[in-house]
């Protein structure tokens, strides 16, 4: 059975950093596609960043430069550096993994994670 678990999320205020992870089960994560999406209140969720086999990134241009998504494959774990934080960037966070084939936004979900940008 396919799970994911997200943690490392909190508050952080502008400028700052966070680290989410996303830590995976029940499938080898080098098979699908990940990819961390955020929906803030009153908005669509939207995606942030992605990573596919082979390792090949994509990220939403509001956040090119400051964030970063790698794997660590022995630990079939998902990590979203995120830098330079703005309080636009308060959502809450959901990974997902799809297959390589599917479309995107497809796929099993994490719970989700608050993230708080403030002073």
């Known amino acids: 059975q396919l799970q994911l678990v997200e943690s490392g999320g909190g508050l952080a205020q502008p400028g700052g950093s966070l680290r989410l992870s996303c830590a995976a089960s029940?499938?080898?994560?080098?098979?699908?596609?990940i990819g961390w999406y955020r929906q803030a209140p009153g908005k669509q969720r939207e995606l942030v960043a992605d990573?596919?086999?082979?390792?090949?990134?994509n990220y939403a241009d509001s956040v090119k430069g400051r964030f970063t998504i790698s794997r660590d494959i022995p630990k079939n774990t998902v990590y979203l550096q995120m830098d330079s934080l703005k309080p636009e960037d308060t959502a809450v966070y959901y990974c997902?993994?799809?297959?390589?084939?599917?479309?995107?936004?497809?796929?099993?979900w994490g719970q989700g994670i608050q993230v708080i940008v403030s002073s």
């Open positions: 997902n993994a799809r297959p390589l084939s599917a479309p995107q936004g497809s796929g099993s």
């Open positions: 029940g499938f080898t994560l080098d098979r699908y596609a």
């Open positions: 990573v596919k086999s082979g390792g090949v990134t």
